[in-house]
């Protein structure tokens, strides 16, 4: 599953860079990924928005397993 999410967040994080952030994946057990926003994001006022409709979304779609995402 890992390899799955990393994959889907390679898709997403150019998106992010274009905005001077990034995403780490931190960890992914039990269908919750543990993200870290990095850079502009890291202090985004929209970073919630951007990890529950934006990530999360995403990877719920392309990664069945995926149950939630949370931000480390």
């Known amino acids: 599953m890992r390899e799955k999410i ?3 967040l390679n ?3 150019p998106n992010l ?3 001077g952030g990034n995403i ?3 960890d992914a057990a039990d269908g919750i990924v543990k993200v870290k926003l990095t850079g502009a994001c890291g202090g985004c006022p929209m970073a919630s928005m951007t990890l529950k409709q934006g990530v999360e ?3 719920k779609e392309r990664v ?3 149950k939630e995402v949370v931000a480390v």
């Open 6 to 8: 990393e994959a889907v």
């Open 11 to 13: 898709q997403i994080r």
């Open 17 to 19: 860079v274009r905005d």
């Open 24 to 26: 780490e994946l931190v």
């Open 57 to 59: 979304r995403v990877l």
């Open 64 to 66: 069945p397993e995926v």
